[in-house]
């Protein structure tokens, strides 16, 4: 396994442990985010702090279980094109659960040695469970 992957892996894993300082970490400062097939809102550059304080509010209450596959990485000098599947598992009490999955596809630059996401896509194929998940842990 290269470090372009083990990159993305700690990304996901940290976000299951809520391992926040882990999980923004493998973000550069600045990250282009588009999960646009998810829910509608245009691709936007993000700061890795609000990236990563978003989802530790929004997950607070919430178990969750990413699954990483399948990847292909591409890698041009400093900079890497990753893409693989993924399935994210969500649950929180007294709400039924909700299950994602798609491809993820992201882009890595080497800074200062280290592999860091500068571009994160969501790519959704599917939706299973309660489709009003993240609606309702937001009341």
């Known amino acids: 396994m290269n470090t372009v992957e083990q990159t993305i892996i700690r990304m996901v894993n940290a976000i ?3 391992e926040w300082t882990t999980a923004k970490e ?3 400062d600045t990250v282009m985010v ?7 809102v245009p691709a936007a550059d993000i700061s890795s702090s609000d ?5 530790q509010n929004l997950l ?9 596959s399948n990847f292909e990485v591409n890698i041009a000098g400093d900079i890497a094109e990753s893409e693989c599947h993924v399935y994210a598992c969500h649950a929180a009490r007294d709400i039924e659960g909700w299950d ?7 882009t890595l630059e080497r800074i200062q040695g280290q592999w860091q996401i500068t571009r ?11 489709l009003s998940f993240l609606q309702q842990i937001q009341i």
């Open 26 to 28: 493998q973000f550069a």
């Open 100 to 106: 994602c999955y798609g491809r993820y596809l992201h």
């Open 51 to 55: 990236i990563v304080g978003n989802w």
């Open 60 to 68: 607070a209450s919430v178990a969750t279980h990413h699954m990483v």
């Open 120 to 130: 994160m896509t969501l790519v959704v194929h599917g939706q299973k469970g309660n």
């Open 16 to 18: 299951d442990r809520k």
């Open 34 to 40: 588009d999960y646009s097939s998810l829910n509608n």
